[in-house]
């Protein structure tokens, strides 16, 4: 299973091993793996690889350490990589995405949006996305009714911005502001659990390639469960 002859590091190729494990079903979701010591003999390599394999496994949320029990499996996360629909990031995963919208109406242009909307009235879009049964997201979109042609809570089933596309709207770009958000009665409402979990907010302005403004999205995030992962780069972030 190792080939400690090939240019591959031994500890990368043991990372792949277990993860195959994993998507063969060898270790569950919630299961405890084999220990670092069990590896290290299966393997025949160092317990300094098992760690430097499995550390990396814990950072991308494939596997959890808990002191003095083990290393679990994960469930999966929804990640999402640079700009994506939430429906095109669940597809991907192979996962079953249900869309529940809780308010859909049109609104006159709140006084925090008129400097950035030109227009008098927009539609309010409130939707719960649920993944494999769990609700992980609450979205609310406010848009123009300019922009959009014949809306109806069948269309907003699906992808947001494949309907915008219809619409001859293409998203290209976002400004986000990403803030971490303490759970709440309100929120464990909204989500339909009864335990405290953490919880990102992320408030977005999307635009087009050119630069047309095109909508603002405020949405709430289960962190157990989504995974937000930004490219870096030489620019300066504005810190608050």
Same mark, same amino acid.
């Given at each position: 299973?190792?080939?400690?002859? $090939? ?18 079903? +060898? ?5 405890? *793996? ?19 394999? #499995? /550390? ?7 596997? +959890? ?6 290393? !679990? +499996? ?10 994506? $629909? ?10 079953? #995405? @249900? ?10 242009? %709140? @006084? @925090?949006?008129? &400097?950035? !909307?030109?227009? &008098?009235?927009?539609?309010? *879009?409130?939707?719960?996305? *649920?993944?494999?049964?769990? =609700? ?6 406010? =848009? ?8 109806? &809570? &069948?269309?907003?089933?699906?992808? !947001? ?6 619409? /001859? ?12 958000? *303490? ?8 989500? @339909?659990?009864?335990?405290?979990? %953490? ?19 405020? $949405? ?9 992962? +930004? ?10």
């Amino acid at each position: 299973m190792i080939d400690k002859s $090939s240019p591959i590091p031994v500890y990368y190729q043991l990372k792949e091993d277990i993860k195959n494990k994993i998507n063969r079903g +060898v270790w569950k979701v919630g299961e405890c *793996i084999d220990s670092e010591r069990e590896l290290s003999d299966q393997y025949s390599v160092s317990r300094m690889t098992i760690r430097q394999a #499995l /550390g990396e496994l814990v950072q991308e949320g494939i596997l +959890v350490r808990e002191k003095g029990k083990g290393t !679990f +499996v994960c469930e999966p996360k929804v990640k999402q990589k640079n700009i994506m $629909s939430f429906s095109e990031i669940v597809s991907k995963s192979g996962r079953i #995405l @249900e869309t529940r919208v809780r308010e859909f109406m049109i609104i006159d242009t %709140p @006084e @925090e949006f008129e &400097e950035i !909307f030109k227009f &008098e009235q927009l539609y309010k *879009i409130d939707r719960l996305r *649920i993944v494999d049964g769990d =609700i992980v997201a609450n979205e609310i979109v406010y =848009i123009p009714c300019d922009y959009c042609g014949y809306i109806d &809570e &069948e269309k907003l089933q699906g992808s !947001f911005f494949s309907m915008l596309k219809d619409f /001859g709207y293409e998203v290209g770009n976002a400004d986000s502001d990403i803030r971490a958000v *303490i759970m709440n009665e309100e929120y464990k409402q909204l989500f @339909e659990i009864d335990k405290e979990i %953490p919880l990102l907010k992320i408030h977005s302005n999307f635009f087009t390639e050119d630069g047309k403004f095109l909508f603002v999205e405020e $949405s709430v995030y289960r962190s157990d469960k989504y995974v937000l992962e +930004v490219n870096m780069s030489t620019r300066i972030g504005k810190l608050r």
